[in-house]
């Protein structure tokens, strides 16, 4: 656990630089005495920060607005081209790695194929030369980058940051920030993809209206995160939500976790094949009738018309429905935000997990969730990345070891 700052002038200092900046990032453009409204602050105070600020390149004046005085009153804004960062993530055979401004926006992207996952020296050989590729296209160097943010698929220990288990990557006890923190001299954040693609969610997406919401992800394999008064639930080991690999059927298929009759072996993508299985004889003209059923074969096939491609999503969309009842009675949250690759397929599965997701505890007692689909294109799942470096700058540095942008 990281060891808290002593309580002196210098910490009161930084909290309150790090309350101006975050209402200026959040709530910008703001007028001094807004700024003072919001954050409590006397105006003297504030002023000084802002000199310092301002010298920093941090913030910026952009215009005037009319203010109860009479006086027109100067705006202040973030400066989000005051430094870069970058969001990479990593997926079974390719990377995606995009350049952002402080704001999370997205500069540029590339996407980088590779031949063999297991192969963690070249996938971080990867990361760190096509990080500085974008840099240089953009006429950077590494001293205007920030941080570089991390999405894996698995079990993460954000602190160390290792990965610790992946078993889409078949990755064990790997450190991916050391490696690449030294080879950029700067930091390395890595967290869960989910994770990365909800703090998207908080900052660009539903989280901005909303406090209280689950991601639940849906593609290879399922996946949850819990987000409480904004903030994300970790779990003791980093793991929370790790909800594909809920039981619901006591000693039902075996999976690669270890257990037997998790929810990511009936309503993930990876489950098609298995479920064909036990059901192609009674479709002899379905035309799945294929060697290995990959998920866009069921899709294609889906389109087609394809009877069993249809059955099979009305399946995925039934063990989906009691993935959702499951969340919903275990955590009770305001809404349940569906993301992940296999939302490709949603209306052949939806409508069949929306019937059996409203049969849960709370709607017998007459109290809605609501689900619905993110409306974060692709790129949240990097955008999310490049926030987990960019949200460590402006934490309220009262850590020993908090980096950030303000001190
Ligand atoms: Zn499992």
Redesign the pocket.
């Known amino acids: 656990m990281s060891q808290l700052r002593k309580g002196n002038r210098a910490l009161i200092k930084d909290m309150n630089r790090s309350l101006v900046i975050n209402t200026i990032r959040k709530f910008g453009p703001l007028s001094r005495t807004d700024i003072s409204n919001r954050t409590g602050l006397g105006l003297s105070t504030i002023t000084k920060i802002i000199d310092e600020l301002s010298q920093n390149k941090l913030v910026f004046e952009t215009g005037s607005a009319n203010s109860t005085g009479g006086r027109r009153a100067i705006l202040l804004e973030f400066n989000h081209q005051s430094g870069h960062a970058i969001g990479a993530k990593i997926m079974k055979d390719h990377l995606v790695i995009a350049l952002t401004d402080l704001d999370s926006t997205i500069l540029d992207t590339l996407e980088i194929s590779f031949q063999n996952k297991e192969d963690v020296p070249h996938i971080i050989d990867l990361i760190i030369s096509n990080t500085k590729k974008l840099l240089t296209q953009h006429h950077l160097t590494e001293e205007n980058l920030e941080g570089v943010g991390i999405a894996v698929s698995g079990l993460i220990d954000n602190q160390k940051g290792t990965v610790v288990r992946s078993s889409l990557l078949n990755w064990e006890d790997v450190n991916l920030s050391e490696p690449i923190q030294q080879a950029l001299g700067t930091p390395v954040f890595i967290d869960n993809d989910v994770n990365a693609y909800t703090y998207a969610e908080i900052e660009k997406g539903y989280g901005v209206t909303h406090e209280n919401f689950i991601c639940l992800s849906i593609g290879d394999g399922i996946g949850a995160s819990l987000v409480i008064n904004r903030k994300l639930y970790s779990g003791e080991f980093g793991g929370a939500g790790e909800f ?2 809920t039981v619901i059927h006591m000693d039902g298929r075996p ?5 037997h009759g ?1 929810l ?2 009936y309503a993930s993508n990876k489950a098609f094949e298995l479920e064909a299985s036990s059901l192609i004889d009674q479709y002899p003209n379905t035309s799945l009738n294929l060697e290995s059923i990959q998920f866009d074969h069921v899709l294609e096939a889906a389109q087609q018309e394809d009877s069993l491609a249809q059955k099979l999503f009305e399946r995925q969309g039934d063990y989906l429905g009691v993935g959702l009842v499951n969340a919903i009675n275990s955590f009770n949250p305001g809404t349940i935000v569906l993301i992940g690759e296999g939302m490709i397929a949603k209306e052949f599965f939806l409508p069949n997990a929306m019937d059996r997701a409203k049969r849960n505890f709370f709607n017998f007692a007459n109290c809605d969730t609501d689900i619905v689909v993110s409306s974060l294109g692709n790129d949240a799942w990097v955008k999310g990345a490049a926030l987990l470096a960019i949200d460590q700058l402006f934490q309220p540095p009262i850590y020993e070891t908090t980096v950030s942008l303000l001190s």
Do not use: A, K
Not at 255 to 259: F, L
């Open positions: 594909g690999h999976c690669h976790c270890g257990q998790c990511e072996m």
